[in-house]
């Protein structure tokens, strides 16, 4: 992809690409679901790691520490072939030495410092050449992809800010006893409670509640952050039954309503189903909401017919998460 600027012959050469040490490891290249999905079945040993909720895959390094010169080798590099996952290589791998990172909510592209060819030559030439065309196909393929976006590191000079920002990032983290004033303030607003057809909890309520969930291996709740702000909760249960996970519960305050966050909210739920070894998820929605089912449908959930409900919600199903996991519209 940067034959302009950088050659394959050059690249063979040098190699410093595929080989990391301590403190920059962290740069290994990500490998999206599809991906992963094509490595697993056409090269067994590769072994590769999940990086949890925020999507995508890494070879496992640890396996790969070479003792005496003190490096990460990466496991599909031979030492005299080269590269040996032809049309299967990274996107990461692709772009190399260009990054795309998240600074304060926006997606920039930088440049690792360690590739000495492309680094010794002038910044415009750098920057001519996302700027025709590179850029955009780099963007595009964060959009596609979030988890080949990594933090932004001090030290990486910018070459190109997106001139659109990438927004604040939706992100869900386990309840502390510290969110329970915010949970029992969002749940006790008129609005949900006629909808559960529920009654006022108080925060000794709550406080049982959290110590019933620590408990409960077949259930986990989040907070809904908005970047720093907190902006809903979901409860996530079926945890423990290996087939199917359930959004049991999904809020969103109404002041963050309309941005987005249920999609992205579903998305790391899949994830964290995913991760647990559950290749289906599900949720009942209230046939009233009719913003809840275009959002479930546009996820790529299916009304099923359901005789255990109440009457009252629709159950929506999605099979084959790893299949179907790129369905967000």
């Known amino acids: 992809m940067l034959k302009n600027i950088l050659s394959g012959e050059t690249c063979a050469k040098c190699r410093l690409c595929c080989i990391f040490d301590k403190y920059d490891v962290w740069e290994t ?12 079945a056409e090269r067994p040993e590769l072994k590769m790691v999940s990086k949890g909720v925020s999507g995508g895959y890494v070879f496992n390094m640890e396996d790969c520490w070479d003792e005496e010169e003190e490096i990460y080798r990466c496991p599909a590099l031979d030492p005299q072939k080269g590269c040996t996952l ?3 290589k990274p996107f990461d791998c692709s772009i190399w030495p260009y990054r795309v990172m998240d600074l304060n909510g926006a997606r920039v592209i930088s440049i690792a410092s360690v590739c000495p060819e492309l680094y010794k030559k002038p910044l415009n030439v750098l920057v001519e050449e996302l700027e025709g065309g590179l850029a955009d196909i780099i963007f595009a393929e964060a959009a596609r992809n979030p988890s080949i976006v990594k933090p932004y590191e001090q030290g990486y000079p910018i070459l190109k ?8 990032k939706v992100r869900l983290a386990e309840v502390k006893r510290g969110d329970l004033p915010y949970l029992c303030e969002l749940y006790n607003r008129a609005e949900l409670l006629d909808r559960l057809g529920a009654g006022v909890l108080d925060i000794e309520d709550w406080d049982e509640a959290f110590e019933q969930w620590r408990e409960d291996d077949d259930e986990e709740d989040y907070i809904i952050y908005y970047g720093s702000d907190p902006a809903g ?10 087939d199917c996970g359930w959004i049991s519960m999904l809020v969103i305050d109404p002041e963050f309503r309309g941005q987005g966050i249920s999609k992205d909210c579903i998305r790391l739920a899949e994830d964290i189903f995913i991760e647990k070894g559950i290749n289906n998820a599900a949720m009942h929605v209230y046939s009233s909401n009719a913003a809840a089912e275009k959002c479930c449908l546009s996820c790529g959930y299916t009304p099923v017919p359901d ?5 009252e919600s629709v159950m929506y199903i999605k099979e084959d998460l ?3 996991y790129r369905t967000l519209s």
């Open 161 to 168: 800010v997106r001139n659109e920002l990438c927004g604040k």
């Open 322 to 324: 790893n299949e179907n």
């Open 233 to 242: 909760w979901v409860k996530l249960s079926g945890l423990e039954s290996g």
């Open 86 to 88: 032809g049309e299967n």
């Open 307 to 311: 005789d255990t409900g109440d009457g």
């Open 29 to 40: 290249p990500v490998i999206t679901r599809e991906l992963y999905t094509k490595i697993s």
